[in-house]
């Protein structure tokens, strides 16, 4: 079984609960393994944009992986790049950050938190009705599915192996 850790940047613990039921539910495979209290590099903070740096953010705290995979969950609105706002970011094979900044319910949070939990295993964006979706607006993020659709699925199995899937 492959591990993931939260580590939590202010975000209230009913929330993470949520996440967790919603990464349990679509990557049984995961063991998560913990959550950890977090501050955000202080480098990573725009100040005359008043967000933080996602890829600053990543770029810090991929160096506290203590497990497999590692997600940043933060209250802190985020942007990477000219973009003026993103939801998450992710590094492929190894971490990503999650805003819940901009998102209002728990069915957001956790589409978007799978969506994230799907990068970092290796899952790119998709255009089926499928969680991995690139979300652009809270209206993407609302109409897309909370799952992943049979053919991520199927990429999933290749990435991760049998062994991971307990088939």
Do not use: W
């Not at 990068?119 to 897309?144: E, R, W």
């Amino acid at each position: 079984m492959i591990s993931i850790e939260i580590l939590n940047n202010r975000v209230p613990e009913e929330i993470i609960k949520k996440i967790i039921e919603a990464i349990n539910r679509e990557y049984p495979f995961l063991r998560i393994t913990g959550v950890r209290s977090v501050k955000l590099p202080l480098e990573s903070y725009n100040a005359s944009r008043k967000q933080y740096n996602a890829t600053l953010i990543l770029s810090k705290l991929e160096k506290m992986k203590k497990t497999d995979y590692l997600l940043i969950v933060t209250s802190s609105d985020l942007y990477a790049g000219d973009m003026n706002f993103i939801f998450g970011e992710a590094i492929f094979y190894s971490c990503a950050v999650l805003s819940i900044a901009r998102l209002k319910t728990f069915a957001l949070i956790q589409k978007e938190a799978v969506h994230e939990v799907g990068h970092v295993l290796g899952l790119q964006h998709c255009k089926l009705p499928c969680v991995m979706t690139f979300s652009n607006s809270i209206y993407d993020a609302s109409k897309k599915s909370g799952s992943l659709c049979e053919k991520c699925r199927k990429k999933l199995d290749r990435y991760m192996g049998e062994e991971y899937l307990g088939k």
